[in-house]
């Protein structure tokens, strides 16, 4: 019994993987458009990938974006989870359940508020609405990764500090902070992959003056469609692979 139920967990793993396993020899598919199986192997897509200029001003774009929302979201995120966790705050169990909004709103309601926000602001399609958007929506990891290691914390390794003479914050800096650390690097990787791969906000935030690389891959599929699609998704899955791996080193570093 045991045996069967291995085997259909691992056939349906294949199945979820196999749409993504496909993309690799697509994306090295020497003819000019998507097909599988390739008709012969190269890179040629990568290279035009990394040399088109429009390719390039995308992903740029959405590395400052991605960059830059890590930053902010880490800081509030961490900032809300300490007040959340340690705080004696009024409507607690509201204000948890509303600092997780963002990610149970659907995205596309999300992007049409922020669309019907934003334009009047004239933020759309430049770094600071994407900032404003990318970091609401990834705030939420950042609370809940912070959040759990702020729980499984000793309080007493803190209140040891505080009676030694130790300001609050310093106590935080010194004490708190190092044990949590493997917890908010976990947390700013989740920002990050939440900002660069985000798609469904791009849609409506974006302009022809800025766009993300997400936003880049649907205008190609809908007017351009080769397999330099398939090259960038490739680079993107390697890329959230890599950084799945950090964040699992992270916490099995923290746990140790």
């Known amino acids: 019994m045991q045996l069967v139920g291995g085997l259909l ?153 505080l009676s030694c003479g130790a300001s609050r914050t310093r106590a935080f800096f010194n004490v708190v902070l190092p044990n949590i650390a493997p917890s908010v690097s976990a947390a700013a990787v989740f920002a990050f992959l939440a900002s660069f791969d985000e798609a469904t906000v791009a849609f409506f935030i974006s302009d022809t003056g800025g766009k993300t690389i997400s936003r880049k891959m649907f205008e190609d599929i809908d007017f351009n469609l080769t397999p330099v699609i398939a090259s960038v998704s490739t680079l993107l899955v390697a890329i959230s692979l890599v950084l799945m791996g950090s964040i699992h080193l992270l916490v099995g570093r923290g746990e140790d």
């Open 9 to 161: 967990i691992g056939a349906i793993l294949f199945f979820l993987v196999l749409p993504t396993l496909l993309v690799i020899p697509i994306s090295l598919n020497d003819g000019s458009y998507i097909e599988f199986p390739p008709k012969g192997l190269t890179l040629r897509w990568y290279h035009e990938f990394l040399s088109d200029p429009d390719w390039q001003a995308a992903t740029i774009f959405s590395l400052k974006i991605a960059l830059s929302t890590t930053i902010a979201s880490t800081v509030i995120g961490t900032m809300a989870a300490i007040g959340l966790v340690r705080g004696n705050l009024p409507g607690k169990p509201l204000l948890q359940a509303l600092s997780l909004g963002p990610m149970i709103v659907p995205h596309v309601v999300f992007g049409v508020a922020l669309y019907l926000i934003f334009s009047p602001l004239g933020l759309t399609g430049n770094f600071a609405g994407f900032l404003v958007a990318h970091t609401v929506l990834s705030v939420p990891y950042v609370i809940i990764t912070v959040s759990a290691a702020l729980e499984r914390f000793d309080p007493s390794l803190e209140l040891a500090a």
